[in-house]
């Protein structure tokens, strides 16, 4: 494989590029450079080096249907065209994966607009993980004049708040980093709760990082709004037929380097939360109930369900 496709994949195991949109851009940027770079002779052989680019890219996290949507749509357009020489054809998907790329850019900033929108003045949010969707709101909310605190929880064992933080920090914003164990004590006071996305089923339940349900449930004990900033392409169409997205389990070092013997150590990374405890999912076509973000993801994604 090339070796910025296999830098890809150990970037994203890593957590080194972490977020279901950063993994998922990461992914399409590798398969990029291995269009322009690969050694391929044939169109035979680079399509075959192409498919196994798709397929171990794909697999380097398991709970990302971002990443698998937006790779899929790449290799279903590699399989049907028609070009005949090998650079035509280099060509045409380049200029194709370029276009996903900048379109992936424009729903951003459309979704940015909706959710900065719901951001009430001199609310307190809560936010957990890093969400590079979400931060895009408040710092658009931020910039819009808008006032309002965020208290981004650390998110352990490998404390994506702090990136959070740091990030609405140097925008501007006030941020407070607090430990996991205080989301009950902080939602007393909340206005809204503010998280990202990993994937959605066809329910419209959502999974996210391992302590958004915890927040999400709090939320509804206190009668405080939760709202998920969710790209459509984060659907997992693998849930059509019932089947539950794969939740990711992680080293038991990333918690504890050298345990005592018979301590148990359980590192999940995502976990579901029921759409019962969603408001609303914020998308790049507005703002829309959980119930409804099978029918537009399943649209958009060009899946037919009926045939
Ligand atoms: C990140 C996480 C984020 C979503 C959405 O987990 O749970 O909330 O991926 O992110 P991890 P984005 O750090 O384990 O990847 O909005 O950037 O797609």
Redesign the pocket.
Known sequence: MHKQAEKTVRDIKS?KI???????TAALKALIVFIEEGRAETKKEFLEEFRKTVETLSRS?PT?P?MRNLLQEAAAFAEESKEESLAAFRNTLKRHEEKMLKQIEKDKQKLVQYGARLIPNNALVLT???????TGILIKAKKMKKRFRVVAFE?RP?Y?GRKTAKELAGAGIDVTLAVDGSMSLFMKKADIVL????SITSRGDLI??IG?STLAHIAKMYDVSFYV???LS?YSPKTIFGTREKIEERDFKEVWKTPPKNVKIRNP??EATSAKYINGYVTELGVIPPPSFFSMATKKLGIRLYE
Do not use: I, P, Y
Not at 18 to 24: F, K, L
Not at 128 to 134: E, G, K, L, V
């Open positions: 957590l972490q977020g279901a949109r950063n993994v998922a996290r990302e971002m957990h993980c890093h969400s590079s969707t979400a998110t490998r994506q998280v990202g996305a990993d996210n990082k958004t900033a969710a790209e984060k990374a995502f």
